[in-house]
């Protein structure tokens, strides 16, 4: 339109509706050969890869389906469809739908799949149940000889302000080993969805709380774990002999589990023969993690005597296999690896060349490379005692037994140590079993065996005496305005955090030295510490006691390289590096340590890096927290909490910190994009998070898509803000606390994706001179209104995503 007459041209006019003709008639060109391009998909369609995956094996609900929606609209374009809402999962962005009549659970997928108002669409799986005590079966119970429980139970036997939720197929709520410790919750019984919980056609529930949880030294049929703690039944497999549980019931289990305050949640489940992650269960485990819950799964059970693939195959299952959970695998009476006990990682690289009678590769399953995780321990879970439904006890064997062992663990630690988050108490479990495979970690056995008395001993002892190997400690109270160490020149400033105060490194020659701090034998040094900006060159120290000038004299050193990473050198004879990059301007805690276990490198509380190599540093020598100018250059940091001890410390805690751990495997999102992300800290003030787009993965400066958002875990965001069609882009998440020092972090997903705004969103994101998109002068409200159905059904089809793009590129609008 031309501003100072108000008037289109005649040649302009005609030039515009070149333009709708010619992209009017790609859409025609588009739809009559949509026949042919719905089932001839380009590789990376935005086909969601939970059906993708589930697709291959294990069986699903049958007239039902999962779907992610983008937004309360297409629920309601899907109930005129013949669709209806089961269920809500609130949490989760997700909801049960019931297939319309007439149609099968397949083609409602293949329906679904395609349509531009659903973010994800996934089938709902089947998952299947994978002071000495008077009680009289106690004696038979070995299990807790293996786990050196009678010692343990002479430091902690529980308390009745934790609660153990089973997420299962009910309970015998009559039991007299078990009643009087049942707590029942609003829809406890997820199938039914009613309030009774109580089960007798299927009785795994009730064993499994008999494992973990039984009322002990009651002269009553066996022991449990946790002599005290509550126990929080909920149902999510049917009344009914054999039944299965699905994801949604599942997920809306642990939901539940989350909003009556659970302190630990157990899944002795696993999937029939489903390898890959299940997005529903994952995004409700998620939401438990980042409530502060831990969450204890079976690693699954296979049959090493079967003659048909997959069941012949050790793979570990999900949940047990997820990131998020602590993975429990089974011993036997001998104190070896249960021939039963699943372990090996359904992602590693040597195990997709397994293949089945028809062909199917692991790889074939849809699971990334690094997605999923090995067991983290085992414990006893062959032939071991119970309690059963009704009176008297079962032997049973599988690693639905060896789980609730280390789940009531868990509450006799979080009892001694309520401020343990979930990754504590994973590296605890971890770093106090009792070995029992080849040196150190191990596929079948992960770390060792639960050894009770020692998990509860260690955090008892850091309990009570906190500081008593301590030789120097700076702790909350802050560093001193005054030069803080024994020698140097650095300065406190006010600038630490929490806002409290730090000992400031501003450059080479700027130091802090502490005399006689080191143990000769162990010893542990930790604190928190932020740099600057990232280093020049890989030879900044933060923390030295010859620098350079060691020459095999030995040393313990610690350097923040220049990509990043941190590097702990001690006595020339050890290198770590850390497998974090940490970044420039946010808190982080570091720890090193040395001793009998050999030496470990620690960010944020999780082991980044180890060696078996004992020994310790010159002790003699002045411990420098940055260099003076004649052995070193300095690292610029800042170091607040500064603590040095002479025992070998296992259990850290951690600054803020973000990790976007799970991203969709499309290469296309369209309208919007589902993100699921971990933020934690020892702290417990509120923590808002915002997710942004960013072309590269650098320098966290990108888009923001959606912001103040509650730390669930998990959200769908739309992709207006981006106005694209088809550019590729890195997701971040930035974690911040306001109240609780200030802190802010951000974190970029491993992988990007191409994003495709929504086309009523980009009709009006590209305007014309007239301040309205130009199409809407040539065509008016009812032509603009046509042009968007073509447009919106031409982007649900890879084709149509290009035809679009390139009217875009070409003329704009």
Same mark, same amino acid.
């Given at each position: 339109?031309?501003?100072?007459?108000?008037?289109?041209?005649?040649?302009?006019?005609?030039?515009?509706?070149?333009?709708?003709?010619?992209?009017?008639?790609?859409?025609?060109?588009?739809?009559?050969?949509?026949?042919?391009?719905?089932?001839?998909?380009?590789?990376?369609?935005?086909?969601?890869?939970?059906?993708?995956?589930?697709?291959?094996? *294990?069986?699903?609900?049958?007239?039902?389906?999962?779907?992610?929606?983008?937004?309360?609209?297409?629920?309601?374009?899907?109930?005129?469809?013949?669709?209806?809402?089961?269920?809500?999962?609130?949490?989760?962005?997700?909801?049960?739908?019931?297939?319309?009549?007439?149609?099968?659970?397949?083609?409602?997928?293949?329906?679904?799949?395609?349509?531009?108002?659903?973010?994800?669409?996934?089938?709902?799986? +089947?998952?299947?149940?994978?002071?000495?005590?008077?009680?009289?079966?106690?004696?038979?119970?070995?299990?807790?000889?293996?786990?050196?429980?009678?010692?343990?139970?002479?430091?902690?036997?529980?308390?009745?302000?934790?609660?153990?939720?089973?997420?299962?197929?009910?309970?015998?709520?009559?039991?007299?080993?078990?009643?009087?410790?049942?707590?029942?919750?609003?829809?406890?019984?997820?199938?039914?969805?009613?309030?009774?919980?109580?089960?007798?056609?299927?009785?795994?529930?009730?064993?499994?709380?008999?494992?973990?949880?039984?009322?002990?030294?009651? #002269?009553?049929?066996?022991?449990?774990?946790?002599?005290?703690?509550?126990?929080?039944?909920?149902?999510?497999?049917?009344?009914?002999?054999?039944?299965?549980?699905?994801?949604?019931?599942?997920?809306?289990?642990?939901?539940?589990?989350?909003?009556?305050?659970?302190?630990?949640?157990? +899944?002795?489940?696993?999937?029939?023969?489903?390898?890959?992650?299940?997005?529903?269960?994952?995004?409700?485990?998620?939401?438990?993690?980042?409530?502060?819950?831990?969450?204890? !799964?079976?690693?699954?059970?296979?049959?090493?005597?079967?003659?048909?693939?997959?069941?012949?195959?050790?793979?570990?299952?999900?949940?047990?296999?997820?990131?998020?959970?602590?993975?429990?695998?089974?011993?036997?009476?001998?104190?070896?690896?249960?021939?039963?006990?699943?372990?090996?990682?359904?992602?590693?690289?040597?195990?997709?060349?397994?293949?089945?009678?028809?062909?199917?590769?692991?790889?074939?399953?849809?699971?990334?490379?690094?997605?999923?995780?090995?067991?983290?321990?085992?414990?006893?879970?062959?032939?071991?005692?119970?309690?059963?439904?009704?009176?008297?006890?079962?032997?049973?064997? *599988?690693?639905?037994?060896?789980?609730?062992?280390? @789940?009531?663990?868990?509450?006799?630690?979080?009892?001694?140590?309520?401020?343990?988050?979930?990754?504590? &108490?994973?590296?605890?479990?971890?770093?106090?079993?009792?070995?029992?495979?080849?040196?150190?970690?191990?596929?079948?056995? #992960?770390?060792?065996?639960?050894?009770?008395?020692?998990?509860?001993?260690?955090?008892?002892?850091?309990?009570?005496?906190?500081?008593?190997?301590?030789?120097?400690?700076?702790?909350?109270?802050?560093?001193?305005?005054?030069?803080? *160490?024994?020698?140097?020149?650095?300065?406190?400033?006010?600038?630490?955090?929490?806002?409290?105060?730090?000992?400031?490194?501003?450059?080479?020659?700027?130091?802090? *030295?502490?005399?006689?701090?080191?143990?000769?034998?162990? #010893?542990?040094?930790?604190?928190?510490?932020?740099?600057?900006?990232?280093?020049?060159?890989?030879?900044?120290?933060?923390?030295?006691?010859?620098?350079?000038?060691?020459?095999?004299?030995?040393?313990?050193? +610690?350097?923040?390289?220049?990509?990043?990473?941190?590097?702990?050198?001690?006595?020339?004879?050890?290198? +770590?590096?850390?497998?974090?990059?940490?970044?420039?301007?946010?808190?982080?805690?570091?720890?090193?340590?040395?001793?009998?276990?050999?030496?470990?490198?620690?960010?944020?509380?999780?082991?980044?890096?180890?060696?078996?190599?004992?020994?310790?540093?010159?002790?003699?020598?002045?411990?420098? @927290?940055?260099?003076?100018?004649?052995?070193?250059?300095?690292?610029?940091?800042?170091?607040?909490?500064?603590?040095?001890?002479?025992?070998?410390?296992?259990?850290?805690?951690?600054?803020?910190?973000?990790?976007?751990?799970?991203?969709?495997?499309?290469?296309?999102?369209?309208?919007?994009?589902?993100?699921?992300?971990?933020? &934690?800290?020892?702290?417990?003030?509120?923590?808002?998070?915002?997710?942004?787009?960013?072309?590269?993965?650098?320098?966290?400066?990108?888009?923001?898509?959606?912001?103040? &958002?509650?730390?669930?875990?998990?959200?769908?965001?739309?992709? !207006?803000?981006?106005?694209?069609?088809?550019?590729?882009?890195? &997701?971040?998440?930035?974690?911040?606390?306001?109240?609780?020092?200030?802190?802010?972090?951000?974190?970029?997903?491993?992988?990007?994706?191409?994003?495709?705004?929504?086309?009523?969103?980009?009709?009006?994101?590209?305007?014309?001179?007239?301040?309205?998109?130009?199409?809407?002068?040539?065509?008016?409200?009812?032509?603009?209104?046509?042009?968007?159905?073509?447009?919106?059904?031409?982007?649900?089809?890879?084709?149509?995503?290009?035809?679009? #793009?390139?009217?875009?590129?070409?003329?704009?609008?």
């Amino acid at each position: 339109m031309d501003c100072e007459t108000g008037f289109v041209s005649g040649h302009r006019r005609r030039r515009e509706k070149v333009r709708v003709v010619l992209f009017a008639g790609l859409c025609l060109l588009l739809l009559c050969a949509a026949a042919m391009l719905v089932e001839d998909r380009v590789a990376g369609e935005v086909v969601p890869a939970a059906v993708v995956r589930a697709a291959a094996v *294990g069986p699903s609900a049958d007239g039902e389906v999962i779907v992610v929606p983008r937004d309360e609209a297409a629920l309601s374009v899907l109930e005129t469809l013949g669709y209806s809402i089961k269920r809500r999962l609130s949490p989760l962005n997700a909801v049960l739908l019931a297939v319309p009549v007439g149609k099968t659970t397949e083609e409602a997928v293949a329906e679904l799949a395609v349509r531009a108002d659903l973010v994800d669409v996934r089938r709902n799986r +089947l998952y299947s149940r994978a002071v000495t005590p008077n009680d009289p079966q106690f004696s038979n119970q070995w299990q807790f000889d293996s786990i050196v429980a009678e010692p343990a139970w002479d430091i902690d036997t529980g308390t009745a302000s934790e609660t153990i939720a089973i997420i299962d197929d009910g309970i015998d709520t009559d039991h007299v080993d078990l009643a009087a410790r049942l707590v029942f919750v609003k829809g406890a019984d997820v199938v039914n969805n009613d309030d009774d919980p109580s089960q007798f056609v299927n009785i795994h529930g009730t064993e499994v709380a008999g494992m973990a949880a039984a009322i002990t030294n009651n #002269g009553q049929d066996a022991a449990g774990v946790d002599w005290n703690a509550k126990i929080m039944p909920i149902q999510v497999f049917a009344d009914v002999a054999g039944s299965s549980a699905t994801s949604a019931d599942i997920a809306a289990g642990i939901i539940k589990a989350v909003e009556n305050h659970a302190s630990v949640i157990n +899944l002795s489940l696993m999937g029939f023969l489903d390898f890959a992650p299940d997005d529903t269960i994952e995004d409700a485990i998620a939401y438990a993690v980042n409530a502060g819950i831990p969450v204890v !799964a079976a690693a699954g059970n296979f049959n090493s005597g079967g003659t048909t693939w997959p069941e012949t195959v050790p793979i570990h299952r999900f949940p047990g296999s997820s990131f998020l959970t602590i993975s429990v695998g089974a011993t036997n009476r001998a104190d070896s690896w249960a021939n039963f006990s699943a372990y090996v990682r359904p992602d590693e690289a040597s195990y997709q060349t397994w293949i089945n009678p028809g062909g199917t590769l692991l790889g074939d399953l849809g699971i990334q490379e690094g997605q999923l995780t090995t067991l983290d321990l085992v414990a006893p879970g062959e032939s071991v005692v119970t309690l059963t439904a009704g009176v008297g006890v079962a032997t049973v064997n *599988g690693t639905s037994f060896s789980a609730p062992l280390v @789940f009531g663990a868990v509450t006799l630690v979080k009892h001694i140590r309520s401020e343990y988050s979930p990754e504590n &108490l994973r590296e605890i479990l971890r770093v106090t079993a009792r070995d029992i495979g080849p040196g150190g970690y191990d596929a079948p056995t #992960g770390a060792g065996v639960l050894d009770l008395n020692k998990l509860l001993g260690t955090a008892l002892y850091e309990s009570l005496y906190p500081f008593s190997d301590d030789t120097r400690t700076i702790r909350a109270d802050s560093f001193s305005a005054a030069v803080p *160490g024994d020698t140097g020149n650095a300065l406190s400033a006010a600038n630490g955090r929490v806002g409290r105060r730090s000992l400031e490194i501003t450059g080479n020659n700027v130091y802090t *030295g502490y005399d006689g701090a080191l143990g000769a034998e162990s #010893g542990t040094i930790e604190f928190y510490v932020w740099f600057d900006a990232t280093q020049p060159n890989d030879t900044a120290y933060v923390v030295t006691q010859k620098g350079n000038l060691a020459k095999g004299g030995g040393s313990l050193d +610690l350097i923040y390289r220049s990509d990043g990473h941190l590097e702990y050198r001690l006595a020339d004879t050890v290198t +770590l590096v850390s497998a974090d990059t940490l970044f420039a301007q946010r808190w982080y805690h570091v720890a090193m340590t040395y001793g009998d276990s050999g030496a470990f490198l620690y960010v944020n509380g999780e082991s980044q890096a180890s060696s078996g190599v004992t020994g310790g540093p010159p002790v003699q020598d002045t411990v420098f @927290f940055g260099a003076p100018g004649s052995v070193g250059s300095s690292a610029v940091c800042r170091i607040d909490s500064l603590r040095f001890s002479r025992g070998q410390r296992l259990i850290f805690p951690s600054a803020l910190a973000v990790t976007v751990w799970s991203q969709k495997a499309t290469t296309n999102a369209l309208d919007a994009v589902s993100v699921r992300w971990t933020a &934690l800290r020892n702290e417990t003030s509120p923590v808002t998070i915002s997710i942004y787009a960013d072309e590269n993965r650098e320098g966290f400066d990108g888009i923001p898509l959606a912001t103040g &958002l509650a730390n669930d875990g998990q959200e769908t965001v739309s992709l !207006a803000a981006l106005a694209s069609t088809g550019k590729e882009y890195f &997701l971040y998440v930035t974690a911040e606390d306001l109240v609780y020092g200030n802190e802010s972090v951000s974190a970029y997903s491993d992988t990007a994706f191409k994003a495709f705004t929504a086309l009523s969103d980009l009709l009006t994101a590209t305007p014309g001179r007239s301040g309205e998109c130009r199409l809407a002068t040539v065509t008016g409200a009812r032509g603009v209104k046509w042009l968007r159905w073509f447009r919106d059904r031409a982007m649900s089809l890879p084709f149509g995503r290009w035809l679009v #793009g390139f009217y875009y590129r070409v003329w704009g609008c």
